[in-house]
């Protein structure tokens, strides 16, 4: 094991704050990771979640350490947790095109519940550092997630063509392109052109290529009625 200093080891002020900025930044790189690739929890639920847990594990040492053995004050602690996930449940809903959206808000309500559990102990050093970690992931941090991924080679679009031949028309440009095609799922229903043929699918764009060189390129193509960026 690595020489840890007691301080860091032990429940004060400065281990909290260390731990909860360790949460931010592992969090972070793992969920700038996943929101990179496109995929639908990504940089702030994933520093949201870390931080919660972190936060509803430092709370359950506060507790011992206040209590010992005598009771078990973390049992309701688990079942608000527990229950906080059907209520982010309900907020995560799968739109049109799909879309997934409120994922941030699930993860949001999950930790804003381990922080209510903190305050709740009387365990403030630890409410305070995840208030101020939870309201840096949704107030400040979008602006880097938007940044890395409009630097991201991974796109989603959303295209309706009026024929399967305009479709396979897109999808042997994108091979001559050199663009890698991840997935494509053709969809028949809600299509705006009659009779019309749309699908959703994701690409890794060369690093020559920007996204609107791909969109115009699409747009371009005879047939091809409609292109979203998802």
């Known amino acids: 094991m690595l020489p840890i200093p ?13 731990r909860l900025v360790l949460a931010v930044f592992f969090g972070g790189i ?11 929890a990504g940089f702030r639920t994933h520093i ?21 053995n005598v009771t078990d004050p973390v049992r ?8 906080v996930g059907f209520l982010g449940a309900g907020t995560i809903l799968l739109t049109g095109r799909n879309h997934i959206r409120g994922l941030t808000t699930a993860a ?17 050093e630890g409410a305070l550092g995840g208030a101020v970690a939870i309201f840096i992931s949704l107030a400040l941090l979008p602006r880097m ?11 989603n679009l959303y295209v309706e063509v009026a024929s399967l031949g305009a479709y396979r028309d897109v999808m042997k440009a994108f091979r ?3 663009i890698s095609v ?32 791909v969109l115009e390129m699409i747009e371009g193509f005879n047939g091809v009625t409609l292109v979203e960026e998802l």
């Not at 793992?30 to 639908?40: S, V």
């Not at 919660?52 to 209590?67: K, Q």
């Not at 602690?77 to 229950?83: C, L």
């Open 145 to 155: 997630e938007n940044y890395a991924y409009r630097h991201s080679d991974i796109l």
């Open 108 to 124: 949001g309500l999950w930790a804003s519940a381990c922080l209510g559990l903190a305050i709740g102990a009387g365990f403030y």
């Open 176 to 178: 001559v392109s050199e």
């Open 182 to 213: 991840y997935e494509s799922t053709l969809e028949r229903g809600d299509v705006l052109t009659p009779n019309g043929v749309a699908f959703v699918i994701s690409l890794k764009v060369p690093r020559r290529m920007k996204t609107i060189d």
């Open 6 to 18: 007691d301080v860091l080891t032990d429940l004060n002020l400065l281990s909290v704050s260390f």
């Open 76 to 83: 309701l602690g688990a079942q608000v947790i527990t229950g």
């Open 30 to 40: 793992i969920g700038l990771e996943r929101g990179i690739n496109r995929h639908p």
């Open 48 to 68: 949201l979640v870390c931080v919660g847990s972190t936060l509803a594990m430092l709370t359950n040492m506060y507790i011992f350490d206040i209590w010992g």
